[in-house]
Every structure is written in C-alpha cells, then in structure tokens.
C-alpha cells in the first residue's frame, strides 16, 4: 500500500534525481528510520531503486520508470527529465556525479526550507541543471534549461550551473526576482576551468541575459559553496576575480544597481562565496556565512540599515 508519506517521497526524488533518506526526512517532515523503512517499501514495490556505488557509500533512491508514471499520474508532476536507465549504472564515474549531485541536493533543500516560513523571502522556482527545455534536440545548449552558449570571438563560452534559484519578495506580486546560480565547487576542477567559468559568467552578466527568457530578474548572484576543508579554494577563486577586475582597468568597480549593470568589471559583485560545512536551514539566508569577492563576510539576504525590509547584499 502506497500512503500518503510514500507520495511525498516519490514526488520529492522526481524533482531533485537523487535523494537520501535522511534528505528525504528533512523534506517530508519525518525520521530518518521511518523513512528508510518507506523507501524499502517503495523499492520492493518497483516505484524506486536502491543505489549504491561502494560497500560503504550510503543508498541514494531514484524513481524507476513506473516511479515516474506514479508521479505523473497521481501527482501530476511534469518530470524535469525523462526516465533512463543510465541513471541506475554503478560505474566509479557515475558514483562520482551522483555524489555532486547529492551535494547540490542537500543546497537545494538547504535553501527551500529556509524559505518555506521565511517572512520576507520567497523561493519562486528552483530549476536543476538536468531541467529539458527540448528533449527532441542535439545541441546542449538547446535541450536543457540551464546551458547557455555564448559566443565571445572566435570563442564559445559556456555558462551551465548546477541550478538556479528565483528568489522575491514574500506577498510581492511578480516578486521582482533574483536569478540565484548555483556552483558546487569539490575542488576537483583546475583553476584553469574555474577562470573560463567566470568570464563566461561576466559575459552572461554584461550581455543581461539574467534579465531575460525564463529569469526575468533584476539581480543576478553566483554562488560559490566549497566543499574543502579548507578556506585556500575559495581565497584562489576570489584572486581570479581580483585579476579579472584589474584587466578590465577597474581595480575598484561600481556596483550594479537593480537592472543597471554598471561597468564591465561589476560582475564581481555578483559572486559569493562560501563553505558547504557551513550552510543549514538556519544559516544559508540570515548568517553572514557567505563572503564577498573581496573577503567581506555577509549575509545573503541582509536588512539595510536605513529600512526594516531585508534586500538582496
């Protein structure tokens, strides 16, 4: 029998992919225990499979294909990506992903129950990275959401992270929203990669494209979550923008300003930057565990000193 526990279950892991059961918990409002007795269930029943890459590396559930149905059916949840039996290989490569993935899921849940009771903060939408916009085409670029194509000379950069958060004022109409992009950082790629990532995202920024298709935001931040042990990572990343800023002659850029985006280099006020160890429910909005480019701790949302009402910092 398929209750209704077992419904929020099913519907949570079409949404983000992969879940644990102690994220799946924290989601439906129940103990880790009872939940892992209701994945079991659930995997017994067909409706998800159990995953797991290692003898030692904790069971993640994915939907089967007649999970999905499920949730279409009775949930009436558009998947954001088809059923594919890829998404059941026990490569070491794919362990590898599913573990970032992971990572990105425990932000995501971080940041949507931040905001469930939040009394001015209102998450809009959140958008994966694994999102179709067009399963039929070729191109990344044109089949997911979040891959963007952007020509720069002779050059194609391209922005695609790992999700983005549209964020708005509670009670709002419109919510005059900011376009959140996420960026797991591991410490796996080199600084080299991590460059390339940020000049395809001061062009993303200079061009406006958070302004238009499926953002429509007037504010645009990049987060940055490490997860290191260390602050070395995110102190090289913030040199790279420092370096950025002095090529573009603008050592001491402007801020941007709503849809005004200032000069070339105000990109670097986009970025924040902070440590996976450090983000809760608690902390991810209203605790200055976030730094600026420049090494300023601060809040996400940060309640301007002149008003009562909290603003995007």
Request: one cysteine or more.
């Amino acid at each position: 029998m398929v209750t209704n526990d077992d419904m929020k279950i099913i519907g949570h892991i079409c949404g983000f992919r992969y879940l644990q059961s102690g994220q799946l918990a924290r989601l439906i409002g129940r103990g880790v225990a009872v939940t892992r007795r209701r994945c079991r269930e659930l995997a017994r029943l067909g409706l998800v499979a159990r995953l797991q890459g290692a003898p030692m590396e904790e069971v993640s559930y994915a939907l089967t294909k007649a999970g999905y149905e499920l949730a279409a059916g009775e949930l009436g949840l558009r998947t954001p990506v088809p059923f594919s039996a890829t998404t059941f290989r026990a490569k070491p490569a794919d362990g590898f992903f599913r573990k970032h993935e992971l990572r990105v899921n425990d932000v995501r849940i971080h940041l949507e129950l931040a905001c469930v009771e939040h009394p001015e903060v209102a998450l809009l939408r959140t958008i994966p990275e694994f999102e179709l916009k067009d399963p039929a085409a070729k191109q990344n670029h044109e089949k997911f959401l979040l891959w963007h194509r952007i020509e720069d000379g002779r050059k194609v950069r391209t922005v695609r992270p790992d999700a983005c958060f549209l964020l708005g004022r509670r009670g709002v109409p419109g919510g005059h929203p900011a376009a959140f992009f996420l960026e797991l950082d591991r410490g796996t790629q080199p600084m080299r990669r991590i460059e390339e990532r940020l000049e395809a995202y001061r062009l993303f920024f200079a061009r406006g494209l958070h302004q238009t298709g499926i953002y429509q935001a007037a504010v645009m931040r990049v987060l940055f979550v490490v997860d290191e042990p260390t602050n070395a990572r995110i102190f090289n990343i913030r040199h790279l923008l420092k370096a950025m800023a002095g090529r573009l002659n603008d050592p001491q850029p402007a801020r941007p300003f709503g849809a005004v985006v200032g000069t070339a280099a105000s990109v670097v006020h986009c970025f924040r930057f902070a440590r996976f160890r450090d983000l809760s429910s608690e902390t991810i909005l209203d605790e200055p565990v976030w730094e600026s480019w420049d090494g300023e701790r601060i809040r996400l949302f940060n309640p301007p000193a002149a008003e009562a009402k909290r603003e995007v910092a």
